[in-house]
């Protein structure tokens, strides 16, 4: 994932959507400390609004944890993370009108996904790259159907169930 960061344009936002207790968001922004980087997530476990029938994982799944737990686990982050609680992507309202360069994605619902896709690629820099964590994982069968459907073209990572694409 910091590889591919790495390749990111130099303006415009860091995202991830899909934060849990915040290990990948923490690694992004002690990587890059001088991003900013926005955290998405419900901090109440994956949301039934975004459940379908095809998911492995259920409602509720990964609600051990919370926002001030994750605030807490960033604490040496400099304030260069701000978390957005609520469901994705209602609780982007605040941000609909800035840019990004790298987004991760780690929503494991295709609906999720597919809300994320269809947000965040019209806010996509040229040369701005979303990651999706899960892809090709049994459990997770609506990333890889999100990133087809959408018809866009796409690559693994090299990193087991992790594909990215980049905007032309």
């Given at each position: 994932m910091v590889a591919l960061a790495k390749k990111a344009p130099d303006?415009?936002?860091?995202?991830?959507v899909g934060v849990y207790k915040g290990g990948s968001l923490k690694h992004l922004a002690l990587s890059?400390?001088?991003?900013?980087?926005l955290?998405?997530?419900?901090?109440?476990g994956l949301p039934s609004e975004q459940w379908s029938e095809m998911e492995v994982h259920t409602p509720g799944e990964f609600s051990d944890t919370s926002?001030?737990?994750v605030i807490s686990f960033l604490n040496e982050c400099n304030n260069s993370v701000r978390l957005?609680?609520?469901?994705?992507?209602?609780?982007?309202e605040s941000v609909k009108d800035c840019k990004f360069s790298f987004i991760h994605i780690d929503t494991d619902f295709?609906?999720?996904?597919?809300?994320c896709i269809e947000w965040f690629w019209p806010r996509l820099l040229t040369g701005g790259i979303m990651v999706f964590d899960d892809y090709g994982w049994p459990n997770c069968p609506g990333v890889q159907k999100a990133l087809?459907?959408?018809g866009k073209p796409f690559k693994t990572t090299g990193a087991k169930y992790q594909a990215f694409m980049m905007k032309n």
């Open positions: 303006s415009g936002y860091f995202a991830e890059f400390p001088e991003r900013f980087i955290g998405f997530d419900s901090f109440e926002m001030e737990a957005l609680k609520g469901i994705f992507p209602g609780s982007a295709y609906l999720s996904v597919k809300a087809v459907e959408f």
